[in-house]
């Protein structure tokens, strides 16, 4: 399963939401069963962002983990394939740019927004592979990943994104 | 430094002697397998013990760079040519490191921050080693190994602060430490005397397992914490 280019990747950081990106939230939150209209939180910096995900979110991960454990009843990926490995380090790559760019050095925050990236791509290729459409949660969270977005999740009654 | 001129590529590793291949082959594979090991057994599954998101991508993270070591070492396995049966974890009983049962988070980061060390040391000795793509490929994954131990030993500081989970750091290192230095493998080696006379490694594993013991005694001693007394083997 093809991936796309990680050329986007970060580059939209703290802008603005658009009409389409406010569309994939709405219809991500929907897909996954939750509350399509929660207020959305635009986080501002690397900081802020760091702040919120240290926060626990598993009322929201737990959702997204059944639906990752039900793809995997029908599709199983290798961790290990090198194509996928070439992929996961570009997306590293593209995280630490954006970081740097911004005056953020913390190679912990870079990690984790690169691990970020690594499981929505993985998501996403599990969706795929199980035959879903574009109105899947994971092909709809990984249109604001690959176009420049970091999604946080859900935190309490808002969602979260950088 | 290694007396043992460099062997810089693999075209020349096929000129060497038959007894210095197969030292080399032992170390590649058995660094292919703990790689592969560590990533399906520690890593992975601990992305789920995770507490915030960011612990989890963190996480999920270093599982990738652990696969992708792996991934490096098999690849010059291959080039060299280890049976791909002989890469197989269905063929090979893994170190008892690898049995420990992954239960909880604090656990996991008592893994990375002791485990890891054991894996840092293990590196260490192929930093200088005579087979310039097996020296390479240490060189390659030591700056991300020592970012995974102290990942552990950050997450450890975190959680001795709250003393119910200071307490589980402590259980979780009195339960995984005991089996650390046998990785080290058996003092008086014959193995490791072939790597040293080859130049491949530097140390005798009574070496490294004594330097293991004195770097983890320091990093726990830092969480006020202690180590259970072992007995070392002679």
């Given at each position: 399963m093809r991936v796309e280019s990680p050329?986007?990747w970060?580059?939209?950081?703290?802008?603005?939401?658009?009409?389409?990106e406010?569309a994939d939230i709405a219809a991500y939150l929907a897909a996954l069963g939750l509350?399509a209209?929660?207020?959305?939180?635009?986080?501002?910096?690397?900081?802020?962002?760091?702040?919120?995900?240290?926060?626990?979110?598993?009322?929201w991960w737990s959702v997204e983990e059944a639906e990752r454990a039900r793809l995997e009843r029908v599709a199983r990926l290798d961790p290990?394939d090198?194509e996928w490995?070439?992929l996961t380090?570009?997306l590293?790559?593209?995280?630490?740019?954006?970081?740097?760019?911004?005056?953020?050095?913390?190679?912990?925050?870079?990690?984790?927004?690169?691990g970020a990236a690594t499981y929505a791509a993985h998501q996403y290729r599990l969706a795929r592979d199980a035959g879903a459409g574009d109105e899947h949660p994971f092909v709809r969270k990984y249109a604001l990943f690959s176009g420049?977005r970091w999604p946080?999740g859900v935190?309490?009654?808002?969602?979260?994104?950088? | 430094?290694?007396?043992?001129?460099?062997?810089?590529?693999?075209?020349?590793?096929?000129?060497?002697?038959?007894?210095?291949?197969?030292?080399?082959?032992?170390?590649?594979?058995?660094?292919?397998?703990?790689?592969?090991?560590?990533?399906?057994?520690?890593?992975e599954?601990?992305i789920?013990?995770?507490?915030?998101?960011?612990?989890k991508w963190?996480?999920c993270?270093?599982?990738?760079?652990?696969?992708?070591?792996?991934?490096?070492?098999?690849?010059?396995?291959?080039?060299?040519?280890?049976?791909?049966?002989?890469?197989?974890?269905?063929?090979?009983?893994?170190?008892?490191?690898?049995?420990?049962?992954?239960?909880?988070?604090?656990?996991?980061?008592?893994?990375?921050?002791?485990?890891?060390?054991?894996?840092?040391?293990?590196?260490?000795?192929?930093?200088?080693?005579?087979?310039?793509?097996?020296?390479?490929?240490?060189?390659?994954?030591?700056?991300?190994?020592?970012?995974?131990?102290?990942?552990?030993?950050?997450?450890?500081?975190?959680?001795?602060?709250?003393?119910?989970?200071?307490?589980?750091?402590?259980?979780?290192?009195?339960?995984?430490?005991?089996?650390?230095?046998?990785?080290?493998?058996?003092?008086?080696?014959?193995?490791?005397?072939?790597?040293?006379?080859?130049?491949?490694?530097?140390?005798?594993?009574?070496?490294?397992?004594?330097?293991?013991?004195?770097?983890?005694?320091?990093?726990?001693?830092?969480?006020?914490?202690?180590?259970?007394?072992?007995?070392?083997?002679?």
């Amino acid at each position: 399963m093809r991936v796309e280019s990680p050329e986007a990747w970060f580059c939209a950081l703290g802008e603005a939401l658009g009409q389409a990106e406010e569309a994939d939230i709405a219809a991500y939150l929907a897909a996954l069963g939750l509350a399509a209209r929660l207020p959305t939180l635009v986080v501002a910096s690397w900081s802020q962002a760091a702040e919120i995900a240290r926060t626990p979110a598993e009322r929201w991960w737990s959702v997204e983990e059944a639906e990752r454990a039900r793809l995997e009843r029908v599709a199983r990926l290798d961790p290990a394939d090198r194509e996928w490995l070439a992929l996961t380090d570009a997306l590293h790559g593209a995280a630490a740019v954006a970081a740097a760019r911004s005056g953020c050095a913390d190679q912990g925050l870079i990690r984790a927004a690169a691990g970020a990236a690594t499981y929505a791509a993985h998501q996403y290729r599990l969706a795929r592979d199980a035959g879903a459409g574009d109105e899947h949660p994971f092909v709809r969270k990984y249109a604001l990943f690959s176009g420049g977005r970091w999604p946080l999740g859900v935190y309490g009654d808002r969602f979260a994104i950088f | 430094m290694s007396a043992y001129p460099p062997v810089k590529t693999v075209e020349e590793f096929f000129k060497q002697p038959a007894e210095y291949q197969d030292a080399v082959r032992k170390i590649v594979r058995s660094h292919a397998l703990n790689e592969l090991y560590g990533a399906q057994v520690f890593d992975e599954p601990a992305i789920a013990l995770a507490p915030t998101p960011y612990a989890k991508w963190l996480t999920c993270r270093v599982a990738m760079e652990e696969y992708h070591h792996h991934v490096r070492f098999k690849e010059l396995a291959d080039q060299i040519g280890v049976k791909p049966e002989a890469l197989d974890t269905k063929n090979k009983r893994p170190l008892n490191i690898f049995e420990f049962p992954l239960k909880t988070w604090e656990e996991f980061c008592v893994i990375k921050m002791l485990g890891d060390l054991a894996e840092i040391l293990q590196v260490e000795d192929l930093l200088h080693c005579s087979f310039v793509p097996l020296r390479n490929i240490a060189r390659t994954t030591m700056p991300e190994e020592k970012f995974h131990a102290q990942f552990g030993a950050d997450f450890c500081v975190d959680l001795v602060e709250a003393p119910e989970s200071r307490a589980r750091v402590q259980d979780a290192i009195n339960r995984f430490y005991p089996e650390a230095p046998k990785f080290f493998g058996a003092s008086g080696s014959k193995n490791n005397e072939l790597y040293r006379k080859y130049g491949i490694k530097l140390r005798k594993n009574e070496e490294m397992r004594a330097d293991y013991i004195a770097r983890a005694k320091d990093i726990v001693g830092k969480l006020e914490l202690e180590l259970p007394e072992i007995a070392v083997a002679a």
